[in-house]
């Protein structure tokens, strides 16, 4: 039994669950409900209302962008159905992973390697599809969920924002902005990150600045031809921003003698791309090599033990990133052995330095495998890799203009080749992959208040972008996007790290100025695009529950005197703290509202595997209805 509530009342009701987002975590949500109705008998029916402003997907998946816009995620790898390994309170919903759902529909890739749709050729496990393709999926996904509650289940969604949370005779009313409150007894928030679009660079109202990425293209329409904008990132925001200025305005990319090369259409405005860092994001590489492995260094024993050696609290930096970079040397040698003598035999091998582990010398067995290859493996420049380690290799990357945008193209040349051979290929690809493989041990280091004060602010000021900008770049068909567009001279990449932004309302641009840069660099622009999230600087600011919760002392903020963590204060079981110190058990907050107190929330759920979101959602569940089951199936 479905509705859609909108009139100005109250809706009052008996065990209510009310789910505000229905992105990735909230279905993930609304499916362990289901599941968890299907498997127990209530007595008393269920409400579960779902808040949100649309009922289709995110921004991010809207189903009406266009097709150029990309998954850096390959169709097999995606799956909005949970794997037992991640829920154990009950059985998940069994369904096809985006591979294989779009073969379901006969989907099929054209030429051009970006739109879906009746013609082309078969899509395979490892293309990339369009983010729409995966709004679809989830709007499939979300009607699905719905047919299979049972009959003491009722879903009742609303097509709003909600604004403010009042606590009544041990119940809550979550007030929306359409003038509909709703009493719910426990209550879910996984709203994806609360961003503040009007935090300026400079504070005036008469600057051209559009401080939300999406939705694409429409956030840069404005932007014409004979105008410069200056787009402030350098990932996948800022990657998709390139292209909606590109190839979203009737421009082409071409293959000439195997080298991609961009035709422009004349409707391209200059572009400026920068970052506080400078680095680029390092390309999805291609697939095919065994990944996985069990750790030898960096394990959850090992943490373990480092807290007993150094405290409960750890130093990433200190304790934590020697035992990634064994790691990467390890997981760098397997694939070097497996390329050269097969990978039966990278696995003996990875065997013999386990032992070497235990017996205390892996480092010297490591040595010994580097002495002999003319190739010098080093992750930390291979983890860190910047203008500023590469004085012997790039002596002029920060002399000038000229030599950083050299620096920055040889860069991603080098790391395109690396993506195009693979994991099958590039030991050093395979490397860095294992910074991926071990995230889930790096979120055990590392959440809830495990590294010191000091330590978190470094770790999700520095560390944390460094992960993703290794994991989490874009495919390797856009590095060569990037750089065919470098080459035509529509992108530049002038200004090198951390420039300086100014509103010069004189004249109506935007002045940027290098800073690192030892011969002085200053550019002039009609736009600034923020090609990242910006964050209010505190939860109160926020106009909508999240910041309404926050002034009533609902919840508090982690670390407010960090300049980087904006995360929800939550304890273990993902319930907000409030400004006395007490936790609400009857109030969940998962997702992105938490990065600072956990780590890496903001992924895309894979098939058959275990997956932290699923997990907990399960956890959350389990709880609700142990409360109100009468008895078992």
């Given at each position: 039994?479905?509705?859609?509530?909108?009139?100005?009342?109250s809706l009052h009701?008996?065990?209510?669950?009310?789910i505000?987002?229905?992105?990735?975590?909230?279905?993930?949500?609304l499916?362990?409900i289901?599941?968890?109705?299907?498997?127990?008998?209530?007595?008393?029916?269920?409400?579960?209302?779902?808040?949100?402003?649309?009922s289709e997907?995110?921004d991010q998946?809207?189903?009406?962008?266009?097709?150029?816009l990309?998954?850096?995620?390959?169709?097999?790898?995606?799956?909005?159905?949970?794997?037992?390994?991640?829920v154990?309170?009950?059985?998940?919903?069994?369904?096809?992973?985006?591979?294989?759902?779009?073969r379901?529909?006969?989907?099929?890739?054209a030429?051009?390697?970006?739109?879906?749709?009746?013609?082309?050729?078969?899509?395979e496990?490892?293309?990339?599809?369009?983010?729409?393709?995966?709004?679809?999926?989830?709007?499939?996904?979300?009607?699905?969920?719905?047919?299979?509650?049972?009959?003491?289940?009722?879903?009742?969604?609303?097509?709003?924002?909600?604004?403010?949370?009042r606590?009544?005779?041990?119940r809550?009313?979550?007030?929306?902005?359409?003038?509909?409150?709703l009493?719910?007894?426990?209550?879910?928030?996984?709203v994806?990150?609360?961003?503040?679009?009007?935090?300026?660079?400079?504070?005036?109202?008469?600057?051209?600045y559009?401080?939300?990425?999406?939705?694409?293209?429409?956030?840069?329409?404005?932007?014409?031809p004979?105008?410069?904008?200056a787009i402030?990132?350098?990932?996948?925001?800022a990657?998709?921003?390139?292209?909606?200025?590109?190839?979203g305005?009737?421009?082409?990319?071409q293959?000439?003698?195997g080298?991609?090369?961009?035709?422009?259409?004349?409707?391209e405005?200059?572009?400026?791309?920068f970052s506080?860092?400078?680095?680029?994001?390092?390309?999805?590489?291609?697939?095919?090599?065994?990944?996985?492995?069990e750790?030898?260094?960096?394990?959850?024993?090992?943490?373990?033990?480092?807290?007993?050696?150094?405290?409960?609290q750890l130093?990433?930096?200190?304790?934590?990133?020697?035992?990634?970079f064994?790691?990467?040397?390890?997981?760098?040698?397997?694939?070097?052995?497996?390329?050269?003598?097969?990978?039966e035999?990278?696995?003996?091998?990875?065997e013999?330095?386990?032992?070497?582990?235990?017996n205390?010398?892996?480092?010297?067995?490591?040595?010994?495998?580097?002495?002999?290859?003319?190739v010098?493996?080093?992750?930390?420049?291979?983890?860190?890799?910047?203008?500023?380690m590469?004085?012997?290799?790039?002596?002029?990357?920060l002399l000038?203009?000229?030599?950083?945008?050299?620096?920055?193209q040889?860069f991603?040349?080098?790391?395109?080749?690396?993506a195009?051979?693979?994991?099958?290929?590039?030991?050093?690809?395979?490397?860095?992959?294992?910074?991926?493989?071990?995230r889930?041990?790096i979120?055990?280091?590392?959440?809830?208040?495990?590294?010191?004060?000091?330590?978190?602010?470094?770790?999700?000021?520095?560390?944390?972008?460094?992960l993703?900008?290794?994991?989490?770049?874009?495919?390797?068909?856009?590095?060569?996007?990037?750089?065919?567009?470098?080459?035509s001279?529509?992108?530049?990449?002038?200004?090198?790290?951390?420039?300086?932004?100014?509103?010069?309302?004189?004249?109506?641009?935007?002045?940027?100025?290098?800073?690192?840069?030892?011969?002085?660099?200053?550019i002039?622009?009609?736009?600034l695009?923020?090609?990242?999230?910006?964050?209010?600087?505190?939860?109160?600011?926020?106009?909508?529950?999240?910041?309404?919760m926050?002034?009533?002392?609902?919840?508090?903020?982690?670390?407010?005197?960090?300049?980087?963590?904006?995360?929800?204060?939550i304890?273990?079981?993902?319930?907000?703290?409030s400004?006395?110190?007490?936790?609400?058990?009857?109030?969940?907050?998962?997702g992105?509202?938490?990065?600072?107190?956990t780590?890496?929330?903001?992924?895309?759920?894979?098939?058959?595997k275990?997956?932290?979101?699923h997990?907990?959602?399960?956890?959350?569940?389990?709880?609700?209805?142990?409360?109100?089951?009468d008895?078992?199936?």
């Amino acid at each position: 039994m479905f509705h859609s509530k909108n009139s100005e009342t109250s809706l009052h009701s008996n065990n209510s669950i009310c789910i505000v987002g229905t992105g990735f975590r909230g279905l993930g949500i609304l499916e362990r409900i289901v599941a968890h109705s299907r498997k127990y008998k209530i007595s008393k029916s269920i409400k579960v209302h779902l808040v949100d402003r649309t009922s289709e997907a995110p921004d991010q998946y809207n189903i009406h962008q266009p097709d150029y816009l990309l998954l850096n995620i390959v169709c097999g790898q995606v799956s909005v159905f949970p794997d037992n390994a991640s829920v154990h309170s009950c059985p998940p919903t069994k369904g096809p992973s985006l591979f294989e759902w779009v073969r379901e529909r006969k989907l099929r890739l054209a030429d051009d390697g970006f739109t879906v749709g009746k013609n082309g050729r078969e899509i395979e496990y490892d293309d990339f599809l369009p983010r729409r393709i995966l709004g679809e999926y989830l709007a499939w996904y979300r009607e699905l969920i719905k047919s299979q509650t049972a009959s003491s289940i009722e879903i009742i969604e609303h097509k709003a924002k909600a604004m403010d949370l009042r606590a009544i005779n041990d119940r809550f009313v979550v007030d929306l902005n359409n003038g509909v409150s709703l009493d719910t007894d426990y209550l879910f928030l996984a709203v994806g990150h609360i961003t503040d679009p009007n935090q300026l660079y400079h504070e005036d109202i008469t600057a051209q600045y559009i401080g939300k990425p999406y939705p694409l293209p429409e956030q840069i329409e404005a932007v014409k031809p004979d105008e410069t904008i200056a787009i402030a990132g350098l990932g996948l925001s800022a990657v998709d921003s390139i292209l909606a200025l590109t190839i979203g305005r009737g421009g082409k990319m071409q293959i000439y003698d195997g080298e991609v090369q961009y035709v422009p259409s004349g409707k391209e405005p200059k572009i400026i791309a920068f970052s506080h860092s400078g680095l680029p994001y390092r390309s999805r590489p291609a697939l095919g090599a065994p990944l996985a492995y069990e750790p030898i260094a960096f394990t959850r024993n090992g943490v373990d033990a480092l807290r007993k050696e150094q405290g409960t609290q750890l130093d990433y930096d200190r304790d934590i990133l020697p035992l990634i970079f064994l790691e990467m040397r390890i997981a760098y040698r397997r694939a070097q052995y497996g390329i050269d003598f097969g990978w039966e035999k990278a696995n003996i091998l990875l065997e013999n330095l386990r032992d070497a582990f235990n017996n205390g010398n892996l480092e010297s067995e490591l040595d010994k495998l580097d002495s002999v290859d003319s190739v010098v493996f080093d992750p930390k420049l291979a983890y860190f890799e910047s203008p500023f380690m590469h004085d012997s290799f790039y002596p002029n990357a920060l002399l000038n203009s000229e030599g950083y945008e050299q620096w920055f193209q040889r860069f991603l040349t080098k790391d395109l080749n690396e993506a195009r051979v693979g994991t099958m290929h590039s030991s050093f690809k395979t490397a860095l992959e294992a910074c991926r493989e071990f995230r889930d041990i790096i979120r055990y280091a590392v959440e809830f208040d495990g590294l010191t004060e000091e330590s978190t602010e470094r770790f999700f000021s520095i560390h944390a972008q460094t992960l993703n900008r290794i994991g989490v770049g874009p495919q390797k068909e856009r590095t060569a996007d990037i750089l065919a567009l470098i080459k035509s001279k529509i992108l530049h990449v002038p200004l090198g790290p951390a420039p300086t932004i100014l509103w010069d309302s004189s004249i109506g641009k935007w002045k940027l100025k290098s800073s690192m840069l030892e011969e002085k660099q200053e550019i002039y622009a009609d736009w600034l695009y923020r090609g990242s999230i910006s964050h209010f600087k505190n939860l109160v600011d926020d106009p909508t529950i999240v910041g309404a919760m926050a002034r009533r002392g609902f919840l508090r903020q982690h670390y407010p005197e960090s300049n980087v963590i904006k995360a929800v204060d939550i304890d273990r079981n993902y319930h907000p703290i409030s400004s006395s110190g007490t936790a609400n058990e009857h109030i969940w907050i998962m997702g992105l509202l938490c990065e600072g107190v956990t780590f890496y929330n903001g992924y895309v759920t894979s098939p058959r595997k275990f997956v932290r979101a699923h997990y907990d959602a399960d956890n959350a569940v389990a709880k609700i209805f142990s409360l109100l089951q009468d008895n078992t199936v």
